[in-house]
């Protein structure tokens, strides 16, 4: 039913308000408005509010969307940390956690966990109110089976069915997809990417990776490999062994693993001071360190966050000149680590990039930091429940949970 989820949508990103407004607005006549209203009434989605502005007759009722009729549960998990959330239908985070993680222990034990957190941040809300979950993994997801292929840095997921995993834990249906693209996702829906149509997310994390949005939708690929950035062949350094088994990829290169291993060698070799000390203080060599040693001035530290800038930039200018977006958003620990970091990178793509492709370029660090990807994973549940062919399939039999007959064992 195209005209319901189009009557919803109006009503939910606010742009109608009363059914006038919604016959308006869609073209559709008040007769087929009024009924597709009660239906979304009846399901629960909409309510009825105060009389709104009356335009010569009786005051006609304002309609509000339920966004506390479900709720969508989220994870975000990293190489070596995790985000969990619980969100409302309008895509806002009711509670969150960060805790640590490692996925190299395998997806039985990491989603366990996983899980355990979410069922500590769903507390006393009912079962029945989990309309959906959606998982972001660090690494190429199959988008069709929510399944992850051969990703480097996750030993024993490949094949590994996520998407039943959370199905069978909560009853009710689950997404998987790429941490970047929801990173993307978040910031195109709520964060410095609204309003735009055309958009590339690069995260410069551990690793390296980027989102794209074209037209306003996400753009995924064939399989769901598309704008794995941190792979494309870079600079000289043909020696250096990523982890995906290729050489010179930019993550091995300009990643976050790429600093820590050069700040270590850097280190024992007394070559940065602040580095050397913090290492015979046994405090852990992470990013954190490699970014407070530039901030406290140490120039290795400066030059080697400034040599990864470059090579991100570089890498990004050939996918600008490519792609044409209207914005670029760098998040990630690295990426938003320094303004130098940020203002290297601009000078890179605009030093490489033709012309006419950056323009009205806008180059911008993600404000929703750490919680972009949270959002993003909200909003790709909600988008796929709320669908017409998905909200047809449920809105009859009450909520997303009885889509399917969770009682059956598979």
Not at 79 to 97: F, I, K, M, Q
Request: some cysteine; overall charge negative.
């Amino acid at each position: 039913m195209r005209t319901l989820t189009d009557v919803l949508n109006l009503v939910r990103l606010g742009s109608a308000r009363t059914r006038p407004e919604i016959s308006r607005q869609s073209g559709l006549a008040r007769n087929v408005v009024a009924d597709r209203v009660d239906q979304l009434i009846q399901a629960g989605l909409l309510a009825e509010g105060q009389l709104g502005a009356s335009t010569g007759g009786r005051a006609p009722r304002e309609l509000r969307f339920k966004a506390d009729a479900g709720h969508i549960l989220v994870a975000e998990i990293g190489a070596t940390t995790c985000e969990v959330g619980v969100a409302d239908l309008s895509g806002h985070l009711v509670s969150t956690l960060e805790a640590p993680v490692d996925v190299k222990e395998g997806p039985v034990a990491t989603l366990g966990y996983v899980g355990a957190l979410l069922d500590g941040l769903l507390g006393d809300l009912p079962a029945a109110s989990v309309w959906g979950v959606g998982i972001g993994l660090p690494g190429p997801v199959e988008w069709a089976t929510g399944k992850p292929v051969a990703p480097p840095i996750m030993p024993g997921w490949d094949g590994f069915d996520v998407r039943e995993f959370f199905e069978a834990r909560y009853r009710c249906a689950a997404w998987v997809d790429n941490d970047v693209n929801a990173m993307a996702t978040g910031e195109v829906r709520a964060g410095v990417a609204q309003g735009h149509q055309d958009v590339i997310y690069v995260k410069v994390g551990t690793g390296i990776g980027s989102g794209l949005f074209s037209r306003g939708r996400i753009h995924r690929g064939a399989q769901g490999a598309a704008g794995d950035i941190g792979h494309l062949a870079v600079g000289t350094r043909t020696d250096v062994v990523c982890r995906c088994g290729n050489n010179g990829c930019l993550e091995a290169l300009a990643g976050g693993g790429a600093l820590v291993r050069d700040a270590r060698t850097l280190a024992r070799d007394d070559r940065s001071t602040h580095l050397r000390s913090a290492l015979e203080a046994d405090r852990p060599l992470d990013v954190g360190l490699i970014v407070e040693a530039a901030l406290f001035g140490d120039p290795v530290a400066i030059d080697m966050l400034s040599r990864s800038a470059l090579a991100v930039g570089e890498a990004l200018a050939g996918m600008v000149s490519m792609f044409n977006p209207s914005v670029v958003v760098v998040g990630g620990r690295v990426g938003r680590s320094l303004d130098l970091y940020l203002a290297t990178i601009r000078r890179a793509v605009l030093a490489r990039s033709l012309p006419l492709a950056t323009r009205s370029l806008l180059i911008v660090t993600s404000p929703l930091g750490d919680r972009a990807g949270l959002i993003g994973l909200a909003f790709t549940v909600i988008d796929e429940l709320l669908a017409p062919e998905m909200l047809s399939k449920w809105l009859a039999q009450g909520t997303p949970t009885t889509l399917k007959d969770w009682t059956q064992e598979d």
